[in-house]
T-cell receptor, first 111, second 115 residues
Framework: DAKTTQPPSMDCAEGRAANLPCNHSTISGNEYVYWYRQIHSQGPQYIIHGLKNNETNEMASLIITEDRKSSTLILPHATLRDTAVYYCIVRVAMNNNDMRFGAGTRLTVKP | NAGVTQTPKFRVLKTGQSMTLLCAQDMNHEYMYWYRQDPGMGLRLIHYSVGEGTTAKGEVPDGYNVSRLKKQNFLLGLESAAPSQTSVYFC??????????????FGDGTRLSIL
């Protein structure tokens, strides 16, 4: 069962904000939202995670709706190096064996 | 700061051969994982370990065995390789602190082809 739904692809102009949506309408109260990205064929890179509050770090911001049924990853100033596949994952904190990577969103940053 | 290191990076095997993939982490993480990624697909969990001496099955464990004899190492074995096991294999590790919500850190993968 897919826990998240993401658009298969998105484009973004270099220097602009990239807003990547994720739908997780069946999320449980104890499930966190995680975002990873995979650049070309490298190993996935952790970006950010949150439970219900919005989060920000040096890479991105995570906005979670009040009902927690969807979230948006924001890359504030996208660069060409941000071109990657972005994965939105929900899981219970203690269930480390439950990282379900779907197909993700392929973000292409264009000059 | 090496993080998660996978050995080898590339390997070509013949059907029926055996081999072991090595994963080493220097972050003193308790949890370690092995995933496979087939073309155009997301990662799928093969086996994982929550501590030294313990292992458990993931989503796609058939045809693989694992061992965690030392905290920093997690080995993935293929006893009799099959063409269906051609894939990119990723190892990851994570800490158990913070109630278990810590992110996983991944290696750069091992590209395995079985002819």
């Amino acid at each position: 069962d897919a826990k998240t739904t993401q658009p298969p692809s998105m484009d973004c102009a270099e220097g602009r904000a990239a807003n990547l949506p994720c739908n997780h309408s069946t999320i449980s109260g104890n499930e966190y939202v995680y975002w990873y990205r995979q650049i070309h064929s490298q190993g996935p890179q952790y970006i950010i995670h949150g439970l219900k509050n919005n989060e920000t770090n040096e890479m991105a911001s995570l906005i979670i709706t009040e009902d927690r049924k969807s979230s948006t990853l924001i890359l504030p100033h996208a660069t060409l190096r941000d071109t990657a596949v972005y994965y939105c994952i929900v899981r219970v904190a203690m269930n480390n064996n439950d990282m379900r990577f779907g197909a993700g969103t392929r973000l292409t940053v264009k000059p | 700061n090496a993080g998660v290191t996978q050995t080898p990076k590339f390997r070509v095997l013949k059907t029926g051969q055996s081999m072991t993939l090595l994963c080493a982490q220097d972050m003193n993480h308790e949890y370690m994982y092995w995933y496979r990624q087939d073309p155009g697909m997301g990662l799928r969990l093969i086996h994982y370990s929550v501590g030294e001496g313990t292992t458990a099955k993931g989503e796609v464990p058939d045809g693989y065995n694992v061992s965690r004899l030392k905290k920093q190492n997690f080995l993935l074995g293929l006893e009799s390789a099959a063409p269906s096991q051609t894939s990119v294999y990723f190892c990851a590790s994570s800490s158990h602190t913070g109630g278990g919500n810590q992110p996983q850190h991944f290696g750069d993968g091992t590209r395995l082809s079985i002819l």
